[in-house]
């Protein structure tokens, strides 16, 4: 079978990119890393593991459109077939995304729609919910709307710290990311119009 060709945005540590390496998936050629951070933990790790990377350093462009204009030369030079936002904390422009449409993909830590945005564990703590979780879903122009593919829960426990919640979420990051890409290469996976299209409805019983 055709590998994926796959590029990975990241802005810091860079754990579930590491899951996505450490799955070694013969499916998926992790053809670059790029960073908008130039010290970024998980950019470091990359090249020490001979992982091609890059750095789009946002602080040296006037602005949004031009950052994003450097980002889309820089992938569109692999041809990808996926980019997968690992923790990129940018907000892309609207005609970067719709130019990506349908291959880009994030993973947002909350059972969204709920919780979009930032801080999403405190204001999960704050609002007493007894659910919380991780998405993954195609990119579109709405910030952390676009159709989703696979999500995964877990519970909020009564003495839960912000770090407790946020490493019991991080580890089914780290399980569905890698099993949602795995199913892009497959070709199982797709955006059609405005909903994701899956092969077979039962892989979406993936549970926690
Ligand atoms: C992850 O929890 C990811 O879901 C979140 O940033 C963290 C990055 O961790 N992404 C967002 O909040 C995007 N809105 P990592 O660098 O260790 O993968």
Avoid at 11 to 22: F, H, M, Q, T, Y
Avoid at 168 to 178: K, N
Avoid at 195 to 202: D, E, G, L, R, T
């Amino acid at each position: 079978m055709k590998k994926l060709k796959l590029i990975v945005l990241i802005s810091g540590r860079g754990s579930n990119l590491k899951a996505i390496v450490e799955q070694a998936d013969p499916l998926i050629d992790l053809q670059l890393v790029i960073s908008n951070r130039p010290q970024a933990e998980g950019l470091i790790w990359a090249h020490q593991k001979g992982i091609p990377t890059a750095v789009i350093d946002h602080s040296q462009y006037p602005n949004r459109d031009t950052f994003d204009q450097a980002l889309q030369t820089k992938i569109d030079h692999c041809q990808p077939d996926l980019i997968a936002l690992a923790g990129f904390m940018r907000i892309l422009s609207p005609q970067f995304v719709s130019h990506y449409r349908g291959r880009l993909i994030n993973i947002h830590p909350s059972l969204l729609p709920a919780f979009k945005g930032l801080h999403t564990h405190q204001r999960v703590l704050e609002a007493k919910q007894r659910e919380h979780g991780a998405t993954v879903h195609f990119v579109t122009e709405e910030l952390d709307g676009g159709p989703i593919i696979l999500q995964a829960k877990v519970p909020v426990l009564p003495e839960d710290t912000e770090e407790q919640l946020a490493t019991r979420v991080l580890q089914q990051e780290h399980r569905i990311y890698p099993q949602a890409i795995h199913w892009f290469a497959e070709g199982k996976i797709q955006l059609r119009g405005n909903q994701v299209w899956i092969a077979n409805q039962s892989i979406t019983s993936l549970s926690s």
